[in-house]
């Protein structure tokens, strides 16, 4: 293929050293290379099951973007399909992304194992998730310091969750677990109370990536059943994010865990001012139904959930991009992510160039901070 | 903020300074027994020794404050029920030169097809006899029955040429997105008698009312509605039902609208470089969406400060979207001095109170 | 105009291409079928390398559901975002900025201004002696017509000149 053939040129055209400050990226998606990457980390019985069965019941949209979803200039030609590519190679991200891009601390978020959410062997699907975890630990984070980790978990399996957040939420490196949005009960629920109770213990934050809409054991990805294209998956990706943050919001969940945050990761967010919005005005006249709530909705959310930016938003005019940021308190909520090595990822010099320094200083970098606290440590 | 108990607000209207078109009032089946006219002696007589109650099972409570202001409910049935009431509370309180009836009831719900139409002929033929043809300001929506397209398809050829039909009425939530191809007979079937066809709030599907299962209070359905109404545009748009269907309009009623300008900027960015997906397109999203939809003005769903609804109606990009609405008897407002945004231009605000619903409905 | 060497003719074959740097800028040269395209190896959308991206055809939808594909190895895909270019003559395959009808010059606009025309800048590439030469102007854009395929067809020979076709 024609690949073979490009020499690696330098990219001569990003963003001016202005834009350059010290990144925290909340979003790298990291994973294995091939299937044998997690043999070591398997008992036996279940390697060979993942060497025959895969990851079965998992995506149902493929990814049509890019190259099997991934930027077609970091993607690697010869990589096995349906796993990743090549550009899950650390020295290539440390180099393309960690160096090359100004990126300080990197949140690795996986994304081979999302799909362990929605399986219904729950033990399997356990084990999986635990092989990823110690995989990342032992490669990723043990070579570079600045790699930082979303831990795997299988909510569907809130004990299951809660022991492995008590088994590696304690290591430095990791700083929160991901919960893949496709899910048969919004996360408010108390049956998920297991999962946050371990987050306590451990300090960790509570992150939400889109993964597993309407797969394995989830429900339709809309509530119109299921759409027909890649692009319409993910149009649907905030539907998922507001069914899950209103269940926080009227389960009380903001009161019954008071030190946790959440970070939504990967939906963009101009969709949070009219959504807070809405939800201010509709709790006014059902109020009593969930009377133990007893501030704003959107102050709840406003002061403990937090959302990446990518996919950044391109409006029409421009110049728009002030009111929306305004309008949710970006300069608090927002947190730049890139979403590297996908295809739709964003450029950390290019992206928000014209917000202000001072905001830009906190989407680029405080807010991370604030929202992960192991971080800090 | 404070822990009060909130009721629903007196109903109350407003002359707005001119005769408006008002193109969402809930009207609703008072009960089984009232459509009992307009069926056959074999329904009567099922429905009578049947557990059948009715094409009424949803999740939408009826008792809630949300569901019907103060002052709405008469005497025997449901708020929403009695002409007269409609009559003195919206048509003659707003002005209102033509409101058009939204009913509402849930044959999407029902499995066996034949009782869904039979239920949505009885309805049609209830508002024609006992609303359309008692007061020439009303217009109303067709009901179908959604889950046998072609059957619906039947049911829009048999009253929609009657002059006070101007729109075929879907519930947003639905078994399948509504542009797939095994819903184009009722797109067919609407066009050929230049009809709207209005995607509304609500819907008993069966499909969870979100993408995430059952939300356990009625408030996170309500908030999250919207959501489906995106999906449902989206999926419109990029199964090719505006380029199919060249004459096609699509109304969406009781969406809300905030969220419409990132919506379009959202859905036009990822087409840019997923267009081959859908290469039938012949332009980006958004455009269709302004050249073949409108959207009811209710809710507002505003922003607490007034600007921001000044500025959200420039990021529309057009003053022809939005069409007057009560959503009568819902609460959507407080007062209706608070039913439209403040700030609106001479044009843009007879456009939203009549105009752009004129050109829409033909009327 | 400046003339620089790309490679050997033969180092470039049918669906192979090379990116090179000249005075301060990357360029793509493609070998498509046969014939020699020389494009900007920048995306204006967000400045990516855009000639690393796949190449692929031309997909239009005559109706629903109806899919065409043809143009084997004519339109290139940026590897981020994935708009689509036309490598033959560097037009982008539907103009996604444009929302109102309005003629405009075939030239790079910056990728700020949304209503621009966001096509990528070409240059004259031409087989002088088996040997593949990319020109370069100034800041003037050149295009080379997809029917001219004299002068950048492979297998020709032409003696060396400053004669360009535009």
Known sequence: MAIDTIERTSTDARGSASTRLTTIDTDIHHGIYSKTDLFPYLSKVTADRFNDYGLIGGNLYAYNGGVRGYRADVVDAHSPGGLGAAATNIDRTLADLMDGCGVGIGLLTGSSLYSAAAMPDLDYASELCRAFNDFTIEHWLARDARFRFAMAICPQDPQQAAQEIDRIGGHPGVVAIIMPCGAPRAFGQRFYNPIYEACERNNLTVAIHFATEGTGVNPPPTSAGYPTYYCESRQARPSFYQAHLASMVFEGWFDKFPTLKVAMLEAGFAWVPPYIWKMDQDWKGLRYQTPWVNRLPSEYILERVRFATQPVEEPNPPEAIHSIVEWMDGKNTLMFASDYPHWDWDDPQQTLNTLKPEIRQRIFHDNALDTFPKLRA | ???????????????????????????????????????????????????????????????????????????????????????????????????????????????????????????????????????????????????????????????????????????????????????????????????????????????????????????????????????????????????????????????????????????????????????????????????????????????????????LLDQLGSDDLLMFSTDYPHWQFDTPEQALPVGLSETQRRKILSENARAFYRF | MSRHVVCQAQELPPGGRKIVEVRGRTVGVFNVNGTYYALLNRCPHRNAPLCQGVVTGLVQGPEPYKIEFSRDGEVLRCPWHGWEFDITNGRSVFNPHRIRAKSYDVAVEPADAPDDDPSIETFPVVVEQNIVVLYLGRSRPNRLPASSVGTNRAGTTRAASTEVRE
């Open chain 2, 1 to 311: 903020m404070t822990l009060e108990s909130i009721a629903a607000p007196e109903v109350r209207g407003l002359n707005l300074g001119q005769p408006v078109i008002d193109v969402d009032i809930n009207c609703t089946v008072p009960s089984i027994e009232a459509l009992y006219p307009y069926l056959t002696e074999h329904w009567r007589e099922y429905i009578t020794t049947s557990a059948f109650k009715g094409a009424i099972d949803t999740s939408y409570p009826r008792g809630a404050p949300t569901t019907a202001l103060s002052g709405t409910t008469p005497e025997k049935g449901p708020a929403g029920s009695s002409l007269e009431l409609v009559q003195k509370q919206v048509l003659d309180a707003w002005n209102v030169e033509y409101g058009i009836l939204n009913c509402y009831y849930a044959v999407d719900g029902l499995h066996n097809p034949d009782t869904a139409a039979t239920m949505a002929s009885a309805v049609n033929d209830w508002l024609r006899a006992e609303w359309l043809e008692r007061d020439s300001r009303l217009r109303a929506s067709i009901l179908v029955g959604p889950r046998v397209p072609e059957m619906a398809a039947k049911e829009i050829d048999r009253v929609g040429d009657h002059p006070g039909f101007v729109q075929v009425l879907l519930p947003v939530m639905s078994e399948g997105p509504y542009g797939h191809r095994r819903y184009w007979p009722i797109m067919e079937a609407a066009e050929r008698h230049d009809l709207v066809v209005s995607l509304q709030f609500g819907g008993a599907p069966g499909n969870p009312p979100t993408g995430a299962g059952w939300p356990s209070y009625y408030l996170e359905d309500y908030v999250t509605m919207s959501q489906i109404f995106q999906t449902q545009l989206l999926n419109l748009v990029v199964e090719g039902v505006f380029d199919q269907f060249p004459k096609l309009r699509i109304a969406f009623v009781e969406s809300g609208w905030t969220w419409l300008p990132s919506y379009l900027w959202r859905i036009d960015k990822d087409w840019k470089g997923l267009r081959r997906e859908v290469p039938w397109n012949k332009q980006v999203p958004s455009e269709y969406v302004k050249e073949r939809m409108k959207f009811s003005l209710q809710p507002l769903d505003a922003s607490p400060d007034p600007r921001h609804m000044t500025m």
